[in-house]
């Protein structure tokens, strides 16, 4: 059974870094794409990093693109994101997911899962 169990949220001031990690389990990292996503109160789930696995291709969505980087040690079956620059409006519960099927949109949550209980991220001065 694939899980995710995301960590590393917190409190940080704008212009603060965190780094998430996402670790998964029930099945080879290497072999699957991942993503990031977030969802703000109030907001829809949204996709923000996907990396495509063996390929190394990286995708950000605009608002993340040049502040967050995604990598993955797959020998870890461990995904991270590094965030620099924090924003508050980047303040959101964060998730990492695998696509449901091979044809996806790495910015629709539709197209992924299952998801963990993911990790608070709070930018606040």
């Known amino acids: 059974q694939v899980q995710f169990v995301e960590s590393g949220g917190g409190l940080v001031q704008p212009g603060g870094s965190l780094r998430l990690s996402c670790a998964g389990s029930?099945?080879?990292?290497?072999?699957?794409?991942i993503g990031w996503f977030r969802q703000a109160p109030g907001h829809h789930r949204e996709g923000i990093s996907c990396s495509t696995g063996r390929d190394g291709t990286t995708w950000y969505a605009n608002s993340v693109k040049g502040r967050f980087t995604m990598s993955r040690d797959n020998g870890k079956n461990t995904v991270w994101l590094q965030m620099n620059n924090l924003k508050p409006e980047d303040t959101a519960v964060y998730y990492c997911?695998?696509?449901?099927?091979?044809?996806?949109?790495?910015?629709?949550?539709?197209?992924?899962?299952?998801w963990g209980q993911g990790t608070q991220v709070t930018v606040s001065s």
């Open positions: 029930g099945f080879p990292l290497d072999a699957y794409a």
């Open positions: 997911a695998t696509p449901r099927g091979g044809t996806y949109r790495p910015d629709d949550p539709l197209d992924f899962g299952p």
